[in-house]
C-alpha cells in the first residue's frame, strides 16, 4: 500500500463530529513529521472526509469560502468552536488499534500533541501529576 493510501485510510476513518490535525493523520499512517504529505493526500483524493481534518490547534488552515465551508460542514455535525479554533479537548479524535482477536474495543487515542492545549500527565518522581500544558503565543 502507498503512502497517499495509508494516509487517506485514517482519514476515512474519522467519525462524524471528531476532527484529526495534518500531522496526527501522518503519524498515525507511520509518517511522522510529515502533515505536507496529507495536504497532498486531500488534495488528490475524492470522497474523503476532508472538512474533518484541520491545523494544529483546531485551526482551520483554509482561507475564504472553502474555510468557511469547512467550518460550516464542522458545525453540522456538531463540532463546537472556541476562539475561531476546533475545541480539540471535545472533538480530537485519534484512530485506535484494529480489532482483531484478542483487541479490546475502545479509541485509544494518539498521545496529545504538544500545543494543542490539553491536559498530559508528567511524572516527576513523585508519582503522575497532572499538568496543563501552556500555550505560547
Known sequence: MGKLARLRGVIARVPRGRVITYGRVA???GFPGAARLTVLALQR??????????AAGGRIALRGADGQ????????????F??????????????????????????AALPPA????TVGTTDLGFGDVRARRKRWR
Open 114 to 117: 504538544p500545543g494543542d492545549g
Open 69 to 80: 465551508e469547512q467550518r460550516l460542514r464542522l458545525e453540522v455535525e456538531g463540532v463546537t
Open 45 to 54: 483524493g475524492d470522497g474523503l472526509p476532508w472538512h474533518r481534518v484541520v
Open 82 to 107: 472556541r476562539a475561531g479554533r476546533v475545541r480539540m479537548d471535545l472533538h480530537a479524535w485519534g484512530p485506535g488499534p484494529r480489532r482483531g482477536r484478542g483487541s479490546r474495543p475502545g479509541n
Open 27 to 29: 503519524e498515525a499512517a
